[in-house]
């Protein structure tokens, strides 16, 4: 088993690491976006949930944390082939997304699951003031997630980046109506 990992180029093993990134960081991300209506459930977040969320949380930074690096090695071995493809800059703007959409989750949402911890969500003007952005940040996840992973596992082809940020923007547009329109039920104010 050694030799195998002996035998693997930098490249080769900044691949498998991206991909080690990707799993971390997506897959906690759908972790987020399944427990997150599973405890609003109860019409209140527990300390205890609000913990979790952010442990989780803290998973997919490192996911992303090693996306960037192993990513950016990768770029940097062939950076005019990649600044020439319209899918890798569709899959960069669609990683901004991520980041910023993470961030925002990460330095404004988690702080007012905080602070609303243990209350019922009606309780909290707060959380009802931003019920709407925290159930649009986990559509914007769900949907940037799962584009940037189709785009990285898409190999060779002829891609137009605004027929790929298009498709993206009407996906994101639908999941954000759905969420718009799921967040009494997902977050119940009576």
């Not at 993470?102 to 959380?127: D, K, N, T, W």
Request: hydrophobic share 55%; net charge positive; proline share 2%.
């Amino acid at each position: 088993m050694l030799t195998v990992f002996a035998s693997l180029s930098a490249l080769q093993i900044a691949a498998i690491a991206h991909v080690v990134g990707v799993v971390l960081g997506m897959g906690s991300a759908f972790v987020t976006d399944v427990l997150f209506p599973k405890f609003a459930k109860k019409g209140s977040f527990t300390k205890s949930d609000v913990v979790t969320i952010r442990t989780v949380s803290a998973l997919v930074w490192a996911g992303v944390a090693l996306i960037v690096i192993t990513g950016g090695y990768m770029v940097a071995q062939d950076i005019e082939g990649h600044l020439a493809s319209d899918k890798f800059l569709a899959k960069m703007t669609i990683v901004a997304v991520v980041v910023v959409n993470g961030a925002v989750f990460h330095f404004v949402h988690l702080p007012i699951l905080e602070r609303s911890a243990g209350r019922p969500f009606r309780q909290s003007a707060e959380f009802m003031r931003n019920r709407t952005y925290l159930a649009a940040s986990g559509a914007i996840s769900l949907v940037s997630w799962l584009a940037a992973f189709l785009l990285g596992s898409l190999r060779r082809g002829n891609y137009d980046y605004f027929n790929i940020i298009g498709w993206y923007a009407a996906i994101l547009v639908i999941a954000l109506l759905g969420s718009f329109f799921m967040k009494d039920r997902v977050f119940p104010h009576e």
